[in-house]
Nanobody, 124 residues
Framework: QVQLVESGGGLVQAGGSLRLSCAASGRTFSSYDMGWFRQAPGKEREFVFSISRSGRSISYRNSVKGRFTISRDNAKNTVYLQMNSLKPEDTAVYYC?????????????????WGQGTQVTVSS
């Protein structure tokens, strides 16, 4: 098993930046593909970004292209989501997730473990 703890959320004005971190403990972090999802009030949880266990393969939703980036440091057991040019529509609780065998990176059901989430609020 792996335990995931997100941090780095907060309140930011539109156009600002935040960097989310997800620290993993437990089983070897490099064994997992990692993903970031978000859920806004009254909406379904949606895929944001993913990165393979090696870091060589990533995928993302179109609305964050050019604004968000993902990275991982397997030595620090941490995955990051750098969010720039934030928009009010990015407001959500952001969750990181880990998959032992990731069948489809954009599908929440592919992931085995989830963090508790961190709130990101972007004011206009």
């Amino acid at each position: 098993q792996v335990q995931l703890v997100e941090s780095g959320g907060g309140l930011v004005q539109a156009g600002g930046s935040l960097r989310l971190s997800c620290a993993a403990s437990g089983r070897t972090f490099s064994s997992y593909d990692m993903g970031w999802f978000r859920q806004a009030p009254g909406k379904e949880r949606e895929f944001v970004f993913s990165i393979s266990r090696s870091g060589r393969s990533i995928s993302y939703r179109n609305s964050v292209k050019g604004r968000f980036t993902i990275s991982r440091d397997n030595a620090k057991n941490t995955v990051y989501l750098q969010m720039n040019s934030l928009k009010p529509e990015d407001t959500a609780v952001y969750y990181c997730a880990a998959a032992e065998v990731c069948a489809a990176a954009e599908v929440a059901g592919s992931y085995d473990y989830w963090g508790q989430g961190t709130q990101v609020t972007v004011s206009s």
